[in-house]
């Protein structure tokens, strides 16, 4: 009797299950699990498909990361409005707004380059703020004032721009200063030595003088990661993160704890614009003009790379980081279309499949990890 207790008290103790469970549950709340997912998954779908087109050469990823990252800027601040339960129509016909006041501040009105970009985030200072008011003060539906913004600051560019130049679009706004600081700081390349290194090691194209075909990666993804590294720290670890999360969960609770509602979501309205102003000046320094279309249907881009990304429609949850990898997809398969030579009309079947996907797995995966 005593050997067997002895025997007993020698055996190791069994070690406590992991709740696997809970962290499931953990990992199911995240908002950027789904684009995650689909990120990797329309890598793979290239990788086999389009393996051979180019896409994955390095000419074709700065070319799907440039258009990425454009459309990531604006995503970025419309995931933060949308967290708050806000939409904005107007960031496309910021975008043309902004451009314009940028083109026509240096050629027609004598501002330096800087100046005109300074009136031009002003402007998008001012045109959020009146978002943001209008939205609060009369209780109007966001998607109703910024539908009126998008019109009139479409219909502002337009005929502003043909009074004064007699045409729609703005050239030679960088000329002579092409390789100013300021212009190489929206509009140049980074990582340009990395580049030229490896086309040195032979692992890039060069051309006949040795420079590498890929100069470098557009400044807009510096500027994309910059913004979603900010805006995530934001999100997670300021109490104005905590706000937004709880003005889109239920403003009238937030509103009852203390939270400013009305300044919270005016802040949001004014970084949208802001983030349009930054994409209008990024394209304008790399193109060297203006066009009063530019930013046409980016509203809608912005959104449906936010919803890839995990937001909700309701409000109250979403991620930055979901919505780079909104954007990553966007610019992966449109630029994935382009060199395995399908018809980019599909894009537009693409985007809309997209949505309503991303939509139901959204609502799906945040009603499961509630439930848990």
């Known amino acids: 009797m005593s050997d067997q207790t002895e025997a007993q008290t020698t055996l190791p103790k069994a070690m406590p299950p992991r709740n696997t469970g809970r962290r499931l549950a953990r990992l199911m709340r995240r908002p950027e699990l789904g684009a995650l997912s689909g990120t990797i998954l329309v890598f793979l779908l290239f990788a086999i498909f389009a393996g051979n087109s180019g896409l994955f050469s390095a000419l074709g990823i700065a070319n799907f990361l440039q258009v990425s990252a454009q459309l990531g800027i604006l995503a970025v601040a419309v995931a933060l409005l949308m967290i708050g339960g806000e939409f904005d129509l107007s960031v496309g016909s910021m975008i043309g707004f902004a451009s314009v006041t940028i083109g026509l501040g240096v050629t027609h009105f004598g501002l330096p380059i800087w100046g005109a970009v300074l009136v031009a985030f002003v402007l998008a200072a001012i045109v959020g703020t009146i978002n943001g008011v209008l939205v609060v003060r009369t209780g109007l539906p966001s998607f109703i004032v910024t539908l009126a913004s998008l019109f009139i600051l479409r219909g502002l560019t337009l005929a502003v721009t043909r009074s004064i130049t007699g045409r729609t679009q703005i050239p030679y706004i960088t000329e002579g200063y092409e390789n100013s600081f300021f212009v190489q ?124 990304g995990g937001c909700l429609l309701t409000g109250g949850y979403g991620s930055a980081i979901g919505a780079m990898f909104g954007a990553l997809i966007f610019g992966t398969v449109e630029m994935g279309i382009f060199y395995t030579g399908i018809d980019s009309d599909w894009f537009n079947v693409f985007l809309g499949v997209m949505v309503l996907i991303a939509v139901l797995v959204n609502n799906f995966v945040r009603r499961k990890a509630t439930e848990a």
Do not use: C, H, Y
């Open 185 to 308: 700081l929206f509009g140049g390349k980074w990582l340009s030595g990395l580049f030229q290194w490896m086309g040195n090691m032979g692992w890039i194209d060069v051309k006949a003088d040795g420079t590498p075909l890929v100069a470098g990666l557009s400044m807009a993804v510096a500027w994309w990661l910059l913004l979603v590294a900010v805006a995530t720290w934001i999100l997670l670890r300021t109490r104005f993160g905590n706000w937004i999360f709880a003005v889109g969960g239920d403003a009238n609770a937030a509103r009852n704890v203390g939270v400013p509602v009305a300044r919270v979501k005016i802040l949001l309205f004014i970084g949208t614009a802001m983030a349009a102003t930054l994409f209008a000046t990024i394209q304008v320094l790399e193109a060297g003009s203006a066009d009063t279309l530019r930013g046409t249907l980016k509203e809608f881009q912005a959104i449906i790379a936010a919803v890839i």
